[in-house]
């Protein structure tokens, strides 16, 4: 069994179709994997092609789950769009919804005040926790670590309580608002939240125990499907995968938002950008955001009471008590429920989300629907990479490669 | 006794003898197909206790009845054949993969002569045959059929990779394996396996096992029976996220159970020819003399470790690439192997054999 390392120009020799009899290179076996395949990670299509077990063709096809979400949204209206962000990327849900609201204040001009920035990082950091430990524990599972699946669920499922005891929900939380979030973050959930982070590095440590050191799991991922620098910025590679290839690029540091330049926390840069060093970045990335989910922890106590929603009533629903008992308050909430407009004009906003840059694109005429919302899916760009990393390389391979470049299919296809 | 005997036209002690070997084949066969059935309901228990689960507790006390259940289910279960599958051998290959490690079963000692009623009735072990090892071995290796026919009359490329892949692992560990028993075969001199198992039990003295003279054909036959009976971390011929479930993707039912049958038997055997092998088959430690039912326990509570390692190890490590074990296989067993063989060879050469002034 021959294996070839990507080179850029190099194509593995194929097999010739024709020659049946030549023992050596026989007739190519085409497979096709998925939508419904167990490694494939959702709805995602893998046309491959082949000889013996080496990979000689393969085309991923994007598309099963296509629900049309930007076309939702500019029918829908501004606001109602943030319960279809839950849904693009839905094992981090409010980061979905932090990017679109940062979208849609860039083009309105709100100013967010800096409780709901700080509830807002919070947010975020816990949901790339939640999103890395989706990723170790379905790779554990493609890689036959079955029980890494269960640790990381165990500390999911913690993640999932403190969600459910704040926003009200496990899942698709939409707790984001334009200017800050829906409402406070309760003391006691503070310190749940904080009880669960303080034991969060030592599971972590767990996690490399089973993992890090273990020459299987190393076998498994090192050198396997590397990518270079250049190769990654070629293809618009982002996130974890970007950063495993060595591009110190990292949008909290790049350009912060949010208020992330108060946060003390280190980037993780690969060196070599193969399935393990995408392995240790994610891992060290858990960690860098349980520093970050710390320090969040300590501003929420400093800013005790302050407000945590904008008092901009183009685009914030007043409080229902003024609502029944001030008539131009109960004229604001018809008028942003009913129609709320956003100035003429463009914005972008890209966050760092767990799989990359999540950027929204919103462009409005200034009326109540958008003229147009783009999403850029950090995952899309990484299915791309499919087809360069897997080239050549065994068919056992692509179980690591497609666990370790991480997207979910909810995103790629909007 | 005798006048029945006297019917049927043979003497009262050829009576006896085959009632005896009645009773014990009967015995030792349903023995093994209920280890493989525990086994589903440890690996089950076993595997939730170490992933913060309860595993199966609703049927019987402690889940106990589950692999009744189980069995219930399959067999009630639809027998669906997939379209343009080669029926008889798709058909065939579920009792291709577990008659064999039912076959081997026969020439294990369980424990030293049974002494029943005032009478030795002679080992536990349904054939005491002097070619035990050689045996085994020729009929173990014949399980991977079974795989290599589930995968190709499946008509399914999942399966069919299934099926190649187990082939390839089986060529690369298999000799590896023979090398390190043949090392302690050098050592005994025999591949009687009663033999070997009393050639370690003469004493008592746990430092007589074979272990301790031969360590490293004792992991080898280990690396090697992960292999042989296509478990974690070798498990390329399943291999669920790849392959979806490898050579048993199209089987349902009871002919999908028989392969596990088949799986959870062949861990049985091996571990028992690893306890015969190299701790001592039977033999209670600084009890030379302990009786049969004695040295039974000990046997059945040594191969219980060795059949937690397999479900341990399954629980805990990554799987291998395939072509990872053919490296391992042919690059660091079979030298390691060789090597070993060599070693022991020169030993004797120089001192003799061991227990020999």
New interface residues.
Partial sequence: ?Q?FEYAPGLVPPRAKTTDGDDPLHGEL?K?NMGPQ???THGVLRIKVELDG?TIVRIEPEVGYLHRGKEKTCESLGWRKFFVHTDRLDYVQPLMNNIGYALALEALGGVKVPERAQIIRVLLCEMSRIGSHLIYLATT????????M???CF?QRETLYELLDAYTGHRMNNTYVRIGGVYADVDERVQDAIEAWIDQFPAAVDEFEK??TG?R??Y??NYRIGAITKEEALAWSLNGPNLRGAGVELDLRKAQPYSGYERYEFEVAVGTVGDCYDRYLVRVEEMRQSARIVKQALKLLKETKGAEFLAEDRRYVLPPKDLVRSSMEELIHQFKIVTDMALPKGCAYHGIESSKGELGFFVASDGTSTPLRCHIRAPGLMNVQAIPMVSMGR??????SLIGSLDFVMGEVDR | MNDIAAKLGMTGDQLEGLLAILVRNTVILIGVINVAAVMTLVERKVSAWMQYRHGPNRVGPWGLLQPLADGVKFIFKEVVIPYGANKPLYLLAPAMAAVPAMMTIAVIPFANDVVLFGKNWGPLAIADIDVGILYLLAIGSMSVYGVILAGWASNSKYSLLGGLRASAQMISYELSMILAILAVVALAGSINLKEIAALQASTGNPLDWFFFKQPLACFLLLVASFAETNRHPFDFAECEPELVAGFNTEYSAMKWAIFFIGEYSAMAVMSALSVVLFWGGWSVPFMPDAPWYLGFAAFLAKVSVYLFLFVWVRWTLPRFRFDQLMRIGWKVMLPLALLNLLATGAMLALFGPPGAP
């Fill in positions: 069994m294996t076996l497979l395949h167990p490694a077990e554990g599972i493609d890689l036959g670590a079955i029980t699946f269960f640790f165990k089973m993992l273990n299987i799991w076998d498994r065994l068919f056992s391979d692509m179980v």
